[in-house]
């Protein structure tokens, strides 16, 4: 199974490990991950105001890519998931949006949403299986207390991120079982870490962040599993230290149990 | 050729300010057949009626054409003066010249010329009417009346009060409904049980009636007062004749975990059981899921200990044929399901409830006995926090539904009331998005709560509420009208749920071919003419089947029901509309295409011996059209691929020279 791959750009320097981990991953499970060419920053830093057509121009260029090399699109960070899968399907459904952004473009080569873009995790659950999964792992994580941490990008708007139930989701708790771990949940797992409000406003996104660490915590978790750059920094860095849970990333979890990290690290 | 009088009405100025009403008297007096045109102030008073009756007699009229309001104002007004005249009533056609024409016209040249388009169409299919005569059809002297909750109660109450039998047929083992499970009752506060149990002992009582409970429909057929019906009394594995409701048995039966859905599953009951104290009929009912004897044959106990010898494990569902000539549905509602809402963790915590298990949690006769307890820990909950609409007004999510569920701003208001007063240490919150109290001492109720009790309501909805280890609920809400987010640490969340109709009605609905809307609830024939009648003649609607509604209208709706089934059972015979559907039978390819499009059930197909032309005799599959049943939509002959369907009154000829009229150049 071949997939093009949009990794952007906190994936090439703060989370790395998301990336790599991922792409040792794949490889094991048999698919191939082709990373798209000269692809640029999603605009995940910019409003998401929806008349905003300039900071969606290189989601929409990515997404046009992906349609000419004839594959699904496969990302990994939940902030470009969510803005170029939310661009995608303004450029399906938005008339007006696709004609401002195709006119911005080449206009002789229109682009209406015809690429399929997929979360590595919808690729886990869909196309390898989390029984299939299940299957390959040489190194259960037999007796670990795993919590997912969604956050808000990776599944909201739910009738455009068409994922998972945004209020009860299961996809990562599901994961984490194929691994051989317990999943452990907790009402928080959903909620927003603040990561967005941490420069205007500190005390707020420490508040939040507090708030998903504690009920984590309290659910008697071993460590919080995300896959989101921006979630794993806000957690860790907004945390009082005392009673912190490690954060990390769920594709460096997934290798772990695949046995391709320790590989990975001799090599 | 027929002799056909023209009669143009003014109806004062609604059709004459726009249509020059001489004019259209005038032109068309030249029509083929017209042998007498006039127009008039009003046609449908006595003197315009007079006219008409005149004409008829002085010309020898075969045929009348009235220009004048939809037919669904005055046709049989006009009907009836032709037939006093001596003219067959469905000898007169009416030209809808008001609402279709001068109500809508501005331009009195326009209006003209189209009123006298619409007489000429008139006229056309007069030409070939013929007379028809409406049948006639008995009546049956019984109701029944489906679901015995209040509205279906107070139904057969009224019913049986005017003379005629009425049944009941209620699913569960006892009749009572929802009801059963309320503690007090808005506005008044009076204890549910204390005004209904004497109605199910009224209903037990009174000979007209007879419950058939712990049963169901299972087949209808027939048609308005000539319904039969198939009744499946499903096995209780006790003879009802012997058991004496001692409730012996309920103590003795070693099956004690089976979830009590009286009690909403707060509590258990056993594998035989008697739902609640005040049953009616006060029988026991063992359940085969979970009885030992019926699972593996090892116990017996109950048989046993039962001193009437009631206890019959070998009993089978039996099924009960009877005849009815007017059918009520009442088969109520059911709060929706909560599994798409885990934001408020209803799966997640016990002390999270809907407003139905908080009745329950507040009932004397409740698995607390009346004393409000956190369910998790059976501790004094101190905040509470009502959230109402969920799944009410939710109107693109998919996951509940569009409408007002009615109910539950009051029975809200009432639950805040009531932990305000027992419990003067409690915090209580209420979040809204409107509150809607409209109804008799409805709004001062409710201010009464937030006035007198202090309940906090606040407008806005909870976002999120999430357990915490210690057992607190944390509430996470906005306040709309201070624009800021609202934290609360409760320790109960009671969730007041949608209602929807109950999952039987769906299938009840395809056997009685009555219709439904989108969100299953049983449409009436009229939404504010005919409300309590379903489209479906001699179908008739009670409760909260046709919509929400609370119980003081619901028992308003159950009489009016009642009202309408007494006034069909009241009748010896049914005069049919005579303008139903037939079959040529030589031109029936027995496809069923009619038999599919019928929303009345009334096309059966046989097969029948026909002798063809060259002396053989050949069976051949047709339709047959029931006339007593045959409501003359006329779906059906826009159906038939072979023409052979046609509707007397209005045959496709009859359609086609109408057509053709307005076609016609000037």
Same mark, same amino acid.
């Given at each position: 199974m071949i997939y093009s791959y949009y990794p952007g750009c906190t994936l090439k320097n703060k989370a790395q490990e998301l990336d790599r981990c991922a792409r040792l991953s794949a490889q094991a499970l048999g698919i191939t991950l082709e990373e798209l060419p000269e692809w640029q920053c999603c605009?995940?830093?910019?409003?998401?105001?929806?008349?905003?057509i300039a900071s969606k121009l290189a989601c929409v260029r990515a997404l046009k890519d992906a349609r000419t090399r004839g594959h699904d699109l496969v990302t990994l960070c939940s902030a470009c998931h969510n803005v170029i899968k939310q661009t995608n399907h303004a450029m399906a459904e938005d008339a007006d949006f696709a004609l401002r952004a195709n006119n911005y473009m080449a206009?002789?080569?229109?682009?209406?949403?015809?690429t399929k873009v997929i979360h590595y995790l919808e690729m886990l659950r869909d196309t390898v299986g989390f029984d299939k999964l299940a299957q390959k792992v040489t190194h259960p994580l037999t007796g670990k207390r795993i919590a997912a941490y969604y956050g808000?990008?990776?599944?909201?708007p739910g009738k455009v991120m068409q994922?998972?139930?945004?209020?009860?989701?299961r996809i990562l708790e599901d994961f984490i079982r194929a691994l051989g771990a317990s999943p452990v949940l907790y009402?928080?797992?959903?909620?927003?870490?603040?990561g967005y409000a941490t420069l205007e406003d500190k005390a707020l996104a420490q508040k939040k962040s507090d708030t998903v660490m504690t009920s984590a915590r309290e659910a008697e978790a071993d460590c919080i599993i995300t896959a989101c750059p921006l979630c794993q920094y806000n957690l860790m860095k907004n945390t009082?230290?005392?009673?912190r849970l490690p954060v990390i990333y769920f594709t460096e979890l997934l290798a772990q149990a695949l046995g391709v990290d320790e590989e990975a690290k001799r090599a | 050729m027929q002799r056909i009088g023209v009669f143009v009405c003014w109806c004062g100025s609604n059709i004459a300010a726009t249509v020059d009403v001489a004019a259209v008297s005038d032109t068309l007096k030249? =029509?083929?057949?017209?042998v007498f045109s006039t127009n008039y102030q009003?046609?449908?008073s006595e003197s315009g009626q007079n006219i008409l009756k005149d004409a008829i007699r002085d010309y020898q009229l075969t045929g009348v054409v009235i220009c004048s309001c939809s037919p669904r104002m005055h046709e049989a007004t006009f009907r009836k003066a032709a037939a006093a005249a001596?003219?067959?009533?469905?000898?007169v056609e009416i030209?809808?010249?008001? =609402? !279709?024409?001068s109500w809508i016209h501005k331009d009195k040249a326009a209006g003209t010329e189209k009123a006298i388009i619409l007489g000429r169409a008139a006229i056309a299919k007069v030409h070939l009417n013929a007379p028809l005569t409406a049948g006639e059809s008995p009546v049956t002297k019984r109701a029944l009346v489906i679901g015995g909750g209040i509205a279906g109660i107070q139904t057969a109450l009224d019913i049986a009060e005017a003379g005629f039998e009425v049944d009941i047929v209620e699913k !569960?083992?006892?009749?009572? &409904?929802?009801?059963?499970?309320?503690d007090k009752t808005f506005p008044?506060?009076?204890?549910a049980a204390c005004i209904l149990t004497p109605k199910m002992v009224d209903c037990a009582q009174n000979e007209n009636i007879s419950i058939y409970a712990?049963?169901?429909?299972?087949e209808v057929k027939g048609f308005v007062g000539n319904f039969h019906v198939k009744i499946r009394k499903k096995a209780?594995?006790?003879d009802t004749t012997k058991?004496? &409701?001692?409730g012996l048995c309920t103590e003795k039966?070693?099956?004690?975990k089976v979830s009590n859905e009286f009690n909403l599953g707060l509590d258990n009951r056993r594998a035989?059981?008697?739902?609640?104290? !005040?049953?009616?009929?006060?029988v026991a009912t063992i359940d085969a899921d979970h009885c030992n004897m019926l699972k593996?044959?090892?116990?017996?106990l109950c048989a046993k200990v039962c001193t009437a010898g009631a206890?019959?494990?070998?009993q089978k569902d039996e099924i009960i044929d009877r005849e009815y000539g007017a059918i009520v549905v009442a088969t109520g509602y059911q709060p929706i399901a909560l $599994?798409?809402? $885990?934001e408020f963790a209803y799966s997640q915590?016990?002390?999270?409830?809907t407003s139905l298990e908080f009745e329950r949690l507040t009932n004397a006769a409740g698995p607390t006995g009346g004393t409000l307890l956190?369910?998790?820990?059976g501790t004094h909950p101190h905040t509470l926090v009502f959230v109402q609409c969920v799944g009410s007004r939710? =109107?693109? $999510? &998919?996951?509940?539904?569009?409408?007002?569920?009615?109910?539950c701003c009051m029975y809200t208001a009432k639950h805040a009331m009531l932990v305000r007063e027992k419990y003067p240490d409690t915090e209580v919150y209420v979040f809204y998005i409107d509150v809607r109290t409209p109804g008799k001492n409805f709004d001062e109720f409710y201010r009464r709560a937030v006035e007198e009790y202090g309940v906090h309501y606040i407008k806005g909805m909870v976002g999120k509420v999430a357990p915490r280890a210690d057992g607190k609920l944390m509430v996470q809400a906005c306040d709309l009208l201070a624009n800021e987010q609202l934290h609360i640490e409760a320790d109960m969340v009671i969730l007041a749920a949608a209602i929807e109709p109950d999952p039987s009605a769906r299938h009840l609905a395809t056997m009685l071919t009555a219709s439904m809307d989108t969100n299953d609830f049983f449409t009436e024939a009229?939404?504010?003419?005919?409300?309590? =009648?379903?489209?479906?003649?001699g179908i008739f609607l009670s409760g909260v089947c046709q919509g929400p509604k609370d119980i003081p209208e619901t028992v308003s709706q159950a009489s009016a029901a009642a009202a309408k089934a007494i006034g069909l059972l009241a009748k010896n015979k049914l005069t049919c509309n005579p303008c139903v559907a037939h079959s040529d039978e030589w031109m029936?390819? &027995?496809?069923s295409a009619c038999e599919k499009v019928c929303p009345y059930g009334a096309i059966t197909y046989m097969d029948k011996e026909f002798r063809m032309p060259d002396r053989t005799t050949a069976i051949r599959r047709v339709a047959s059209v029931n006339p007593a049943v045959?409501?003359?939509?006329?779906a059906c002959t826009v159906a038939c691929p072979s023409g052979a369907m046609d509707l007397d009154g209005f045959s496709n000829s009859q359609i086609m020279a109408e057509v053709d009229a307005i076609c016609k150049m000037k």
């Open positions: 605009g995940g830093a910019y409003s998401m105001a929806t008349d905003e206009p002789e080569a229109e682009y209406h949403g015809e808000c990008l990776l599944l909201r994922m998972d139930d945004p209020e009860n989701p009402p928080y797992r959903n909620e927003c870490c603040g009082p230290e005392a009673g | 030249n =029509e083929p057949g017209v009003y046609m449908c001596g003219l067959n009533p469905y000898m030209a809808n010249i008001r =609402e !279709q024409c !569960q083992p006892t009749i009572g &409904g929802k009801m059963t499970q309320l008044t506060l009076d204890c712990y049963s169901e429909v299972e209780r594995y006790v058991c004496t &409701g001692c039966c070693p099956v004690k035989v059981y008697i739902p609640f104290a !005040q049953a009616v009929p006060k593996s044959g090892k116990c017996g206890i019959d494990y070998k $599994d798409k809402y $885990d915590s016990k002390d999270v409830v956190r369910p998790s820990d939710c =109107e693109d $999510d &998919g996951r509940g539904k569009s409408y007002c569920s009615k109910i009229h939404p504010k003419l005919r409300p309590v =009648e379903s489209p479906t003649a029936c390819n &027995g496809c045959c409501q003359g939509c006329g």
